[in-house]
């Protein structure tokens, strides 16, 4: 058995803290994004109980983008497949920017807290006011990566055309 393969699979359970946002890019493929915390918790030494919590991007393609955007509203709960994937680009100034999400393959709604998807037309009206798009994927090596305010990573929309195939960006 060969030692040199690997693996990029991402299993998580938790909240949506933004609702879906729903586009279209260039060559007509659907992409929606949306994000999720989870919760971990655990005694420190003391026996006091500890909690933290990670926020995670999330972002979706083709026929499960339009599912998320349809059924999904903050607050629910679910289950996600899928892979890392690190996307980067330079903004106008020239500035490298990094951001990474998991791009899942599978999605199940676990609890909907009693409420409704936001729907495919408020998705897409969401993904129309936003700035941010996905465009080109590379790979990082992690000693070049730096942490970066969630307004650093926004996108400009003139560059939606730049796209050639949404499925190979994540």
Same mark, same amino acid.
């Given at each position: 058995m060969s030692?040199?393969?690997?693996?990029?699979?991402?299993?998580?359970?938790?909240?949506?803290t933004r609702n879906p946002v729903l586009r279209?890019?260039?060559? +007509?493929?659907?992409?929606?994004?949306?994000?999720?915390?989870t919760n971990a918790t655990w005694k420190d030494g003391g026996s006091n109980v500890q909690e933290r919590t990670e926020f995670h991007n999330l972002v979706a393609w083709n026929k499960l983008?339009? @599912?998320?955007?349809?059924?999904?509203?903050? +607050?629910?709960?679910i289950y996600v497949e899928g892979e890392l994937r690190t996307r980067t680009w330079d903004d106008a100034n020239g500035v490298r920017h990094y951001k990474t999400e998991i791009k899942?393959?599978?999605m199940k709604l676990l609890d909907d807290k009693g409420k409704k998807g936001v729907g495919l037309d408020e998705?897409?009206?969401? +993904?129309?006011?936003? +700035?941010?798009?996905?465009?080109?994927?590379q790979v @990082?090596?992690?000693?070049?990566?730096?942490?970066?305010?969630?307004?650093?990573?926004?996108k400009p929309k003139e560059d939606l055309e730049k796209a050639d195939d949404g499925e190979d960006l994540f």
């Open positions: 030692t040199s393969r690997s693996v990029n699979k991402v299993i998580l359970i938790g909240n949506l279209t890019i260039g060559n +007509g493929s659907v992409v929606c994004n949306f994000g999720i915390a983008a339009e @599912i998320c955007a349809q059924i999904l509203a903050v +607050g629910m709960l899942i393959n599978d998705a897409k009206l969401a +993904g129309e006011e936003e +700035g941010e798009v996905p465009t080109e994927t @990082i090596e992690p000693e070049g990566l730096e942490v970066l305010a969630e307004e650093e990573v926004k």
